[in-house]
């Protein structure tokens, strides 16, 4: 859960999960390790990346993009 600022607000995401839940509940995808039971890890970040935003043009409400990547942290 994020605030109007969009910074990750905890107590906002325990009170939600004390409702049941809310539209407004979502998960930030930053990366891409495994995609059908393949291992992505090996690939480029920058490979596994383009694949996440593939992925996700498929997804629903409840899965976005992060803007910000692991800029490459791991190969």
Same mark, same amino acid.
């Given at each position: 859960?994020?605030?109007?600022?969009?910074?990750? &607000?905890?107590? #906002?995401?325990?009170? +939600?999960?004390? /409702?049941?839940?809310?539209?407004?509940?979502?998960?930030? *995808?930053? !990366?891409?390790?495994?995609?059908?039971?393949? &291992?992505?890890? #090996?690939?480029?970040? +920058?490979?596994? /990346?383009?694949?996440?935003?593939?992925?996700?043009?498929? *997804?629903? !409400?409840?899965?976005?993009?992060?803007?910000?990547?692991?800029?490459?942290?791991?190969?």
């Amino acid at each position: 859960m994020c605030d109007s600022a969009g910074v990750s &607000d905890f107590d #906002r995401l325990r009170a +939600v999960l004390a /409702r049941g839940g809310s539209s407004e509940f979502f998960l930030y *995808a930053f !990366d891409l390790l495994e995609l059908d039971s393949r &291992d992505m890890r #090996r690939s480029q970040w +920058v490979d596994r /990346r383009e694949t996440l935003v593939r992925v996700l043009r498929k *997804a629903g !409400d409840g899965i976005r993009l992060s803007e910000q990547g692991s800029g490459g942290l791991g190969a």
